[in-house]
């Protein structure tokens, strides 16, 4: 049974303190009501985890890259593990699709990756709507 759509939240556990940043918060903490959907993509530990789990909505969902979680079947919560694989003939294949034009992959904007604070910045205050793409510079 999949949750049904409504606010989605992604993001770091820690938020790391960086030059530009004035604070740093747990997003356990900066969470203040369920999502239906909690991306991870960081490695955490097993307490760190069953707090992001903690965060999501009766009947919802963690999908993790990193590190693994456990299921709260008493609130119908899933924790998927999402494993990525490099594979050159795949890759070969989508780039294919999206040259073709059958692939589409909403870019919001493009930055240069100095500018990376920036992006998150936009990010984080919600004014991205799709991917962001970051070139590096030479």
């Known amino acids: 049974m999949s949750p049904p759509c409504g606010r989605v939240t992604f993001g770091p556990i820690r938020a790391e303190r960086t ?73 070969a294949a989508i780039v294919a699709k999206v040259d073709a034009g059958d692939l589409r992959i909403d870019i919001s904007e493009t930055y240069p990756l100095s500018d990376i604070a920036l992006a998150h910045e936009k990010g984080a205050a919600g004014k991205l709507r799709g991917k962001v793409l970051l070139v590096p510079t030479t």
């Open 19 to 91: 030059s530009h940043e004035s604070s740093a918060v747990l997003l356990t903490d900066a969470i203040t009501e369920p999502v239906d959907v909690v991306l991870n993509l960081v490695r955490a530990s097993e307490q760190d985890m069953a707090g992001l789990v903690g965060l999501v909505a009766p009947s919802g969902v963690l999908v993790t890259t990193a590190s693994p979680a456990r299921d709260d079947p008493a609130r119908q919560v899933r924790a998927i593990s999402m494993n990525v694989r490099n594979d050159a003939k795949e890759l």
